[in-house]
């Protein structure tokens, strides 16, 4: 990990504290509202870039890993979602509907480091990728529809152009600049040169996002502080209790420690920032839905480091095999 991965939540929280600063300036607010959807969809490309769309037929050779991780992710985890939003933000739908679309939308990118930090299965990890992101490009806009549709007002036309303008045109173009630059380059100049300066451009375009954002709705930030930190409490819940799943399952079902390390950052990670580019067209009238949605990457990136150092504290001892064929086949 460079330096802008290792201090990725150091450079979101001097950009939530430079944008509130900036957006107590006349005139400041307004620019900024202006350039989130720029920033996002950058970042967004960026990240695009990235994907190998190509292996979707691969991921399905572990059936039993990425099998129970899409279950997990786009059956468990809505529900789930659904459910702390009722434990825990009932008087705040607004906060609900951020937590539902933060919990529905499966990590594209970082969970693949937290995989390899605890010496995980990266290259399943990696096959698994392209299911993630095209399920929650389906799902995301039903999801939202039959879920928040009584929270908060949601136009079905507003949600499909918001899903169609941050997600499918940067996908698009993204497509298009990989396999224009592969052509021109080759492969191993775009995966050795092009590829790592991606991650870089990704979090200095999320963190300029969530800075214009902060500059843009300050005077919210600073009327409901405690609103916010509600979030932290259902987040948290979920990371501890889609661990204990995420043992239980790979328990039953064999796994490694590679799949089970593998299955953990895919089940738990979350993709925050596709959640908030759709947040930010969706829902123009609710600023805190994508407010809520920045509390992600704040509490997310801590969790997977110790998760991370669980996993390999794990594995220190010798606690899980690291063959597969060892545990009890029960599946």
């Not at 990725?8 to 939530?16: E, G, M, N, R, S």
């Not at 937590?99 to 990890?125: E, K, N």
């Not at 300066?197 to 300029?208: D, T, W």
Request: glycine share 8%.
């Amino acid at each position: 990990m460079n330096v802008l991965e290792k201090y990725q939540t150091v450079f979101v929280l001097a950009a939530i504290v430079g944008g509130l600063a900036l957006g107590q300036l006349e005139g400041v607010p307004a620019v900024a509202d202006a350039l989130i959807l720029p920033f996002l969809m950058v970042m967004l490309f960026g990240a695009f870039a990235g994907m190998p769309l190509s292996k979707l037929r691969s991921a399905f050779g572990n059936r039993r890993v990425a099998g129970s991780s899409l279950v997990v992710n786009f059956v468990w985890n809505p529900l789930f979602a659904v459910g702390l939003g009722a434990i825990f933000l009932r008087d705040h739908p607004a906060l609900w509907v951020g937590l539902l679309m933060l919990m529905v939308t499966p990590c594209t990118d970082w969970y693949l480091i937290f995989t390899d930090i605890a010496d995980g299965d990266v290259p399943l990890a990696t096959s698994i990728l392209p299911y993630n992101l095209v399920l929650q490009l389906i799902l995301l806009p039903v999801y939202l529809y039959v879920f928040a549709g009584e929270l908060v007002e949601l136009p079905l036309e507003l949600l499909l152009e918001s899903v169609a303008l941050v997600l499918i045109v940067p996908l698009v173009l993204a497509g298009i600049a990989r396999k224009g630059l592969i052509r021109w380059r080759g492969n191993r100049w775009f995966s050795r040169t092009f590829l790592p300066k991606l991650g870089p451009i990704q979090i200095v375009f999320l963190s300029l996002a969530i800075g214009a954002m902060f500059a843009s709705q300050g005077q919210e930030v600073v009327e409901n502080p405690g609103l916010l930190a509600l979030l932290a409490v259902p987040v948290i819940a979920f990371y501890a209790l889609n661990l204990v799943i995420g043992f239980g399952i790979g328990r039953v079902l064999s796994f490694s420690y590679g799949e089970m390390v593998c299955f953990n950052n895919t089940i738990l990670s979350r993709n925050s920032p596709t959640a908030l580019a759709i947040a930010v067209v969706a829902f123009p009238h609710e600023p805190l839905i994508p407010l809520a949605l920045v509390i992600g990457p704040l509490l997310e990136l801590p969790l997977l480091g110790l998760i991370a150092q669980i996993h390999t504290g794990i594995a220190d001892r010798d606690w899980w095999p690291a063959d597969s064929s060892i545990l009890p086949e029960r599946s």
